[in-house]
């Protein structure tokens, strides 16, 4: 494995999962994901702990990285977009789980499940241009 190209590639992506669910979660869509979400499953705003989530990123960014680096084979943002589709379709068993045993609603599990999706397909193509041939 290359680690430089790793560590850029694995670093990118968690820049971009970090403002892309910024952008999504606390700006476009905050006022109907409040809505869907059940109040008791977040923290007040001013309770949130940033650090965590940048935490919660970073680590994404180098599990996905090591995932793709295992399986990728050079075909370009195609393979991306399918990379995270699958890291997509993992997730859409776990949240429709989660509607069972929680108080997330289906649609709040299906609308998280679509837009993390989007998240890890976008993820994918950064892998896929920083590890093409």
Request: charged fraction near 10%; charge should be neutral; proline fraction near 2%.
């Amino acid at each position: 494995m290359n680690t430089q190209k790793y560590v850029i590639s694995s670093m990118a992506a968690a820049v971009f999962i970090f403002f892309y669910g910024a952008l999504i979660y606390a700006v476009l869509f905050a006022d109907y994901m409040t809505a869907i979400a059940p109040s008791a499953l977040f923290l007040p705003e001013e309770s949130q702990n940033i650090m965590m989530v940048a935490l919660g990123c970073l680590v994404q960014g180098f599990g996905l990285g090591l995932i793709y680096t295992r399986g990728h084979e050079g075909k370009g943002p195609m393979e991306g977009i399918r990379f995270g589709f699958f890291v997509g379709l993992f997730l859409l068993g776990i949240y429709i789980l989660m509607s069972g045993v929680s108080a997330y609603t289906l649609q709040a599990s299906l609308t998280y499940w679509i837009v993390d999706t989007v998240m890890y397909m976008g993820a994918g193509v950064i892998f896929a241009m920083l590890y093409k041939k």
